[in-house]
């Protein structure tokens, strides 16, 4: 139901954040999330941040699978 | 270990040897994933995935088009929309047929948009159709609350919008476990997920990626077979136990719940959302008094039977004939991570 | 079929496919009515392409070209697909009134420029003003005529089994670049339209070799839509390598926002050739030297299996089917 695309913060101002997936850019709003900096990864949908990204999918996958066995 | 990390999860998968398990992805973007990276072409014979009513497109009732096409072609509204909705079948006609018929439909991508739009056409009235699930509200409550703080008064909602946890227990007896939905789980935290586990209900918030998909798959496959419910969030990374604390407290601001119509499940109580009565000047059924509006569905369309995985879309008997992407007649086929959409475009299990 | 025309009509899927034959074909059909890019007409014992194309891009100006470019590249392109020598073009303007001089100076401008480096002559032409509202700006067709080179022999219903699948560049950058000069979905990125004059590019190909099955320009409707007609025309499937796929990072980043699929995005300066699979590398490097197909790759072959199917190999190795064209290009949240 909801398609999410991660993107680098570039700028946060005034709970705009700008940010950039592989150079596709736009403002999209931070109101969801307490703190942002320019730097961090984040999961946007339909204009807005849902949620910070705080790893890889690989790294967290292999982390999960790991505990598995 | 002889087996690669980055291949073990797929390995748990493609080798499964366990009882007969029935894994219910309940997002659409799930359905659409896992159909482009052709992960059911892995799955053993043992492991059935059904597609559930994680689409908004797919849920939302014919009755919802027809409001949205009164308020275009009676009140003369500027309909802004996410491109989903442009094709979903309404009573007699979708918003496409109604475009070529004189009525202004846009395009949006963000709800946010919706309001820049109003602001810069204040001649006109703007209506935003505001469907999704709680990955997705929270956008339309920051349009409201931009709209009433930069006095836009020619701005409304026409709300269909909907909540996971009252689906999740409709569901329950269609399936030995959840894929939950990581997008919706990053706003709402994982205590549902816990409550449900309590419960005796099993399930993984997953990922979108094919390496977060086939991992989420590896868990369940892994868990099922010890015979006890489970639960583990596969997708920390994104969604933590609490969840967006400022995106509920807005949900609980401008939204409150109300029954809601599903399409093809029916009215499942206190599973909608629509803008509380402080918004009003919002809410584009109260602003321009929208007549009650049932809405018809093709009475072959088992759309219902197929969210609820209790018949696969090649069953239904409407399928592929007079129901196509193309001129879809359930909600399923027209959304393109419906169900059906997805059998009919990907050749269901063909190749 | 819907009682009224709509823009999927217009998308070149196949809704439009179904206008052409239940409308047009059922009232034009004759021998020479053709499923190709241009119909191939035997006059004086010389084979001459002749085909026709409409210009109606919003916005006219954009990064990488103008409808102007537009107007020529798309004639000339769907003449060389032929393996015909662009010689001779015709144009029509309907234009708006209002439409200020210096835009329509500009338009010709860069049709005289783009024109003279297909080398073709615009040799007539017409123009209609239409009132306020009538048009958007300006509509431009453009229609032409070129000579088939002895020996070529092209058509949509010539895929063999076997086949290499060639793209002579990265995919999807008109249609992204349209789509966010538009400004609709307030996203920014840099990328410019791929359009570009390809007789060229066709003429460097079969310098390389004859035994090129099928050329044809991916325009409305993107790559994905070509691999699905030829699937159709010569009753073959085609298996794809989405690794292999060249996509610009910003396209993909549109794309990934949006929900689109860059198979679907519109090009206008990009090929896809099907030649056997022994021809392939070499054609590969001569594109390559080119000055609009420094990226082109092999990504896909022609198989027996799975007629009129275009499948993918996945990111993860599995097989998939790419979902057929569908009609108006929307994004999607969902």
Known sequence: ?69 | MSIEKKDLARHIVTSYAGPKIRIMEVCGTHTHEIFRYGIRQLLPPAVDLISGPGCPVCVTPPGFIDEAIYLALEKGAVICTFGDLIRVPGSAQSLADARSRGAAVQVVYSQLDAVKYAAAHRDKEVVFLSVGFETTTPGACLAVLQARDEGITNFSLLTANKTMPQAYEALKDSADAFLYPGHVQAIMGTEICEKLKADGISGVVTGFTARELLTALAVVLTEFPKGKPFFKNCYPRVVTAAGSVSGQKLLSQVMEACDTEWRGLGVIPQSGLTLRPEFAAYDARVKFAVPPMDGRSNPACRCGDILRGDCRPPQCPLFGKVCTPEHPVGACMVSREGACSAYYQYGGLTL | ?334
């Open chain 1, 1 to 69: 139901m909801c398609v999410g695309l991660p993107a680098r913060v570039v700028e946060v101002k005034k709970g705009m954040a700008l940010v950039d997936a592989s150079g596709a850019k736009r403002e999209v709003s931070a109101s969801l999330l307490d703190e942002l900096d320019p730097g961090d990864y984040v999961m946007v949908h339909a204009g807005v941040a849902i949620a910070k990204i705080t790893a890889s999918d690989e790294d967290e996958s292999d982390e999960i699978l790991e505990d598995l066995l």
């Open chain 3, 1 to 334: 079929m819907s009682d009224v025309i709509t823009l999927a009509h217009g998308a070149g899927g196949k809704q439009t496919a179904e206008l052409i034959d239940s409308v047009f074909k059922a009232h034009f059909a004759n021998p020479e009515f053709t499923g190709d890019d241009a119909a191939i007409l035997s006059l004086g014992g010389q084979d001459l392409a002749f085909t026709t194309d409409g210009f109606i891009v919003s916005p006219s100006d954009f990064p990488g070209g103008n409808i102007g470019k537009l107007s020529i590249c798309g004639t000339v392109n769907d003449l060389s697909c032929m393996g015909a020598q662009p010689l001779y073009l015709a144009c029509a303007f309907v234009i708006e009134e209002g439409l200020p001089m210096s835009d329509l100076e500009r338009y010709a401008a860069a049709m005289e420029k783009t024109a003279a480096e297909a080398g073709v002559r615009i040799v007539a032409g017409d123009t209609k003003v239409a009132g306020k509202g009538q048009v958007d700006r300006l509509f431009i067709t453009t229609t032409g005529i070129g000579r088939r080179l002895p020996g070529v022999r092209l058509s949509g219903t010539e895929a063999k089994p076997g086949d290499a699948v060639i793209v002579t560049g990265d995919i999807g950058r008109h249609g992204c670049t349209v789509l966010l000069s538009r400004e609709q979905f307030g996203i920014d990125a840099d990328v410019t339209s791929d359009c570009a004059p390809l007789w060229g590019t066709v003429k460097s190909m079969l310098g390389v070799t004859q035994d090129i099955h099928v050329i044809r320009d991916a325009t409305r409707g993107g790559v994905g839509t070509v691999l699905y007609e030829i699937a159709a025309q010569s009753h073959v499937g085609i298996r794809l390598d989405r690794a292999a796929i060249p996509v610009a990072p910003a396209v993909s980043g549109v794309c990934g926002m949006l929900g689109l699929e860059p198979l679907y995005l519109a090009c206008e300066g990009r090929l896809v050739v099907f030649a056997p699979q022994a021809q392939a590398d070499a054609i590969v490097t001569a594109l390559r030297q080119g000055p609009y197909s420094g990226n082109a790759a092999i990504i896909g072959t022609v198989t027996a299996e799975h007629a009129e199917r275009v499948t993918i190999r996945t990111e993860i190795g599995a097989e998939t089917i790419l979902p057929p064209p569908g009609g108006e290009l929307l994004p999607r949240i969902c």
